[in-house]
Every structure is written in structure tokens, then in C-alpha cells.
């Protein structure tokens, strides 16, 4: 097969020309960006996607910094038979819609041997499972995150595989924990073990990206429709083309022409508008008052999942390691700071009411897609799972098992909730995430440090 592209015309003078076209030169002729993933062909995988059904399963991950209170997150009991905890308190109304997990770790968030670093750790841990190698340059590597593992096969069935949110931006250059790139503190989501996924922090940009307007949407409506004309032109031309050409190429032509049917159906997908509900307006700044910038994420993501728009979506609350205070509930001191509290009474009383503080914020979320309905009359919340947690339980001890955790929603199975659960201890928070795949289709999916999936039915 001849991959010159020079030698490929667009008006395909099929008289002239008999040998099958490669993809990659066509599209290099069509003026097809090869830059969206979403428009190429994606490799073979072990995982397989079950047919979708009326109401499709969301998954969400939300991530916050600098451990925890542990004494004070921790509700004590065990099964059905517990009681919140006084940081957990502002979710009592959710007890129904969640289950507390104890026992899951990310070991690979843990020195070993590369001494201080934990909050870099942390962060880049949480989704992959993975030990970030230790660089404050540019040789970055940490592992692939559940996330993206989802939007390589379950996010392919929307208009964006996955949606990526924080409210704190911070710098991926340099170093800002003991060594580790500042990539690592300020990032979940990893694309490649060498690339993490860029998360927006602008409602605005973030809402624009979702719904038009913004990064991947043409401003010129022309656009779109020049590129559709183009292929459809090269359709047409197909019985002429295996007509003289042998077998091995028509074989060629068929795989080519089935690539050209996927991108017309991932261009028609992105050219579709989305209904918004009545009343929703896009954002027009990044408010400067904390919590109505969460919340504003927080009905970003509700509103993505309503709309279809996309099914996996993850939001850090904060960079790892941050240092924000919280005036709204009269803390000026430093969170980061604080959570270095050395057994010091007023300090410890300050991170259990930041615990609090994300708590409340989080039952905001909850409240929110369960008020949503969805395909089915059912709510957002009950096809959706939600993991909310960080990848360090005491602040002061640094430590990454025992991690503070909650899995909110049904996964559109009617899966048990209202539990406190227990895990073995150090079991791989990985063997969470593997079961959470599997509630979307791809099944005996094993990544970083996981063995294999946890028992929540």
C-alpha cells in the first residue's frame, strides 16, 4: 500500500489510481485532525462494553488534599449498624445513597525508599495505583488512571470521554513536595504514565468545553459541514474503487471505508447541540468565593451527566498539599499547615471542621443528582457511582492505608447502601475502581497495584 499522501488527490481520479488509500493519508488530504482521539481508530482491549441501556451508569471521582481528622472522620460501628462521625455529620441526610469504606490503600503512594513526598504521592497515586517516579524535571511517571482506562472503551459513547475539574490550578513545572514535579501535586488524572489528563478550573472554560463554543467546538459551522461533504464524495466512490482493485486490497478498502463510517458518526456526535435544561446559562467568571466555586463544579458535573455529555468525570477539590484557608467557616490558617497539627488540640479542631466544611459541600453534590431525574424517572444518583476520598488518612501521620472513603450512588444495579464496610487491611483501592469498571461492562480490568475486585453487593 502506497502511504504517500502527496500522491493522494482529494478529487480521486480513480482512473489513475488502484491501489487502496491508508487512513492516515486520507485523512491527512480531508483536513481530518488527527489530533482528536475520538476520531481514530482505538487499539484492541480485554475489555469489552456491554450494549447501553436507557439510563447509562456515570462514574465520578472527588478528591480532596491533606488526609484527615481520622478520629474524628471515622464513624464507628460496622454493616448497617453505625453512626456518623462528627466530620461526616452534614451527609447524615445521605445515609441511604452511600456506603463508608475502611481497609483500601494505595501502598504505592508510601516512600518506599524515596523519602519525603507524600502529598505528591498522594495525588498521583490515587487513580493509577501507581509509584510516581521521583523528578523535578521533566521525566515525569506515575501510571494510567482509572479514569482513562474508562474513556479509552466507556467514554467512547459520548460527546467527551471524560471531564477533568479542580479549583486550584498551580504550576506542573518545578518541584513542590521534596523532589516530586509539581505535575504529581496537582493532578489525578493520567492519560499516559507520562502525561496527566489537564483539569480546568474555570466554570466557564469547563462549560464551554461541555456544551460548545470552546476547546474542540468550530467557530466556523461551515466547518463541519465541508469535511462530512468530503467523505460522503469518497462513500460514493467505492464500487469504483474495489472494482479495480485485487483482494488483498478490497480487503484494505473495507477496513479503510469502516474507519471513515466511525469518524462521520463521531462528527455527527459532536455536531449534534445539546438541550440544556431550561433556565441554565453558562458561567461567566471563576467566582472568587470558595464554596460557590465548588458548587459550581459540582453542577457542572451533575449537569454533564444529565445531558449525556459525558459519563466519567473527576474534580480535586484542591491541588494536594494546598495551603487555602477558609474564611467561610473562620479558618485562616493554612490547610496544608494545619494538617501538620503535632497532637495540637486547636489545631485538630480546625481540620475536623475542614473536614466538615468538604463534607457539606459534598452532600451538596449528592443532593443535587438525586434531584435530577433520569432516562428513566430514576435518579442521576442511582446510575451513577461517586468515589469521594483522599489518598491520605491523618494528616500528621502521613499514612496511606485506612484511607478516608465513600461510595456514593447505586451503579444503576440497586446496589446496597447506608453500610459502613470493611476491607482487609492494605487491600489495593485498584480492586475498587476494577469493580466500578465492571458496573459499565469492562470486565477483569487489573491496573496498577490491583489484584482484582472488591465484594460491595
Given at each position: 500500500?502506497?502511504?504517500?499522501?502527496?500522491?493522494?488527490?482529494?478529487?480521486?481520479?480513480?482512473?489513475?489510481?488502484?491501489?487502496?488509500?491508508?487512513?492516515?493519508?486520507?485523512?491527512?488530504?480531508?483536513?481530518?485532525?488527527?489530533?482528536?482521539?475520538?476520531?481514530?481508530?482505538?487499539?484492541?482491549?480485554?475489555?469489552?462494553?456491554?450494549?447501553?441501556?436507557?439510563?447509562?451508569?456515570?462514574?465520578?471521582?472527588?478528591?480532596?488534599?491533606?488526609?484527615?481528622?481520622?478520629?474524628?472522620?471515622?464513624?464507628?460501628?460496622?454493616?448497617?449498624?453505625?453512626?456518623?462521625?462528627?466530620?461526616?455529620?452534614?451527609?447524615?441526610?445521605?445515609?441511604?445513597?452511600?456506603?463508608?469504606?475502611?481497609?483500601?490503600?494505595?501502598?504505592?503512594?508510601?516512600?518506599?525508599?524515596?523519602?519525603?513526598?507524600?502529598?505528591?504521592?498522594?495525588?498521583?497515586?490515587?487513580?493509577?495505583?501507581?509509584?510516581?517516579?521521583?523528578?523535578?524535571?521533566?521525566?515525569?511517571?506515575?501510571?494510567?488512571?482509572?479514569?482513562?482506562?474508562?474513556?479509552?472503551?466507556?467514554?467512547?459513547?459520548?460527546r467527551l470521554a471524560s471531564l477533568e475539574l479542580g479549583t486550584e490550578q498551580g504550576r506542573d513545572a518545578g518541584a513542590c513536595d521534596s523532589g516530586y514535579a509539581c505535575a504529581y501535586s496537582n493532578n489525578i488524572s493520567w492519560r499516559s504514565e507520562h502525561l496527566p489528563t489537564a483539569k480546568e478550573i474555570n466554570p466557564q472554560k469547563a462549560f464551554q468545553r461541555l456544551f460548545g463554543g470552546g476547546d474542540g467546538q468550530s467557530g466556523d459551522p461551515r466547518a463541519h459541514k465541508v469535511r462530512k461533504s468530503i467523505l460522503d464524495f469518497i462513500s460514493e466512490q467505492r464500487t469504483h474503487l474495489e472494482s479495480i482493485s485485487g483482494s488483498e486490497d478490497r480487503r484494505k478498502l473495507e477496513e479503510y471505508f469502516a474507519s471513515i463510517r466511525e469518524i462521520e458518526q463521531r462528527i455527527a456526535m459532536f455536531s449534534t447541540p445539546v438541550i440544556l435544561p431550561a433556565g441554565i446559562v453558562e458561567p461567566t467568571a471563576k467566582p472568587e468565593n470558595a464554596t460557590e466555586h465548588i458548587r459550581l463544579m459540582y453542577d457542572l458535573m451533575v449537569l454533564a451527566f444529565q445531558t449525556d455529555t459525558t459519563r466519567l468525570a473527576s474534580f480535586m477539590l484542591a491541588n494536594e498539599g494546598s495551603n487555602r484557608t477558609f474564611p467561610m467557616i473562620e479558618i485562616k490558617d493554612g490547610h496544608h499547615s494545619l494538617s501538620h497539627h503535632e497532637n495540637k488540640i486547636e489545631s485538630i479542631e480546625k481540620i475536623a471542621k475542614i473536614d466538615t466544611y468538604y463534607a457539606e459541600q459534598f452532600s451538596y453534590f449528592l443532593n443535587k443528582l438525586k434531584s435530577t431525574k433520569d432516562a428513566d424517572g430514576n435518579s442521576l444518583l442511582d446510575s451513577s457511582l461517586v468515589v469521594y476520598g483522599g489518598c491520605i488518612s491523618d494528616g500528621n501521620r502521613h499514612d496511606h492505608h485506612n484511607l478516608p472513603l465513600i461510595l456514593a450512588g447505586k451503579g444503576g444495579r440497586n446496589l446496597p447502601t447506608g453500610r459502613l464496610l470493611e476491607f482487609p487491611e492494605y487491600t489495593p483501592m485498584n480492586n475498587l475502581f476494577s469493580t466500578m469498571l465492571e458496573h459499565v461492562g469492562m470486565e477483569n480490568v487489573v491496573f496498577g497495584d490491583g489484584t482484582g475486585k472488591v465484594q460491595l453487593a
Open positions: 500500500m502506497n502511504h504517500d499522501s502527496k500522491n493522494f488527490s482529494v478529487s480521486l481520479d480513480l482512473s489513475r489510481r488502484t491501489n487502496s488509500i491508508s487512513r492516515r493519508s486520507a485523512l491527512r488530504a480531508l483536513g481530518v485532525s488527527l489530533a482528536l482521539p475520538s476520531l481514530q481508530i482505538m487499539g484492541t482491549t480485554s475489555a469489552s462494553v456491554s450494549s447501553n441501556p436507557i439510563s447509562p451508569v456515570r462514574l465520578a471521582w472527588v478528591f480532596f488534599p491533606n488526609g484527615t481528622n481520622a478520629e474524628r472522620w471515622f464513624p464507628k460501628g460496622a454493616g448497617k449498624d453505625w453512626e456518623f462521625s462528627p466530620s461526616l455529620a452534614p451527609l447524615a441526610e445521605n445515609r441511604n445513597d452511600l456506603n463508608i469504606l475502611k481497609g483500601l490503600a494505595q501502598v504505592n503512594a508510601q516512600s518506599l525508599g524515596d523519602g519525603p513526598g507524600d502529598h505528591a504521592r498522594s495525588a498521583a497515586a490515587f487513580l493509577t495505583g501507581a509509584h510516581p517516579y521521583k523528578t523535578e524535571g521533566a521525566k515525569i511517571k506515575a501510571g494510567r488512571s482509572v479514569d482513562q482506562i474508562a474513556a479509552d472503551v466507556y467514554g467512547r459513547s459520548t
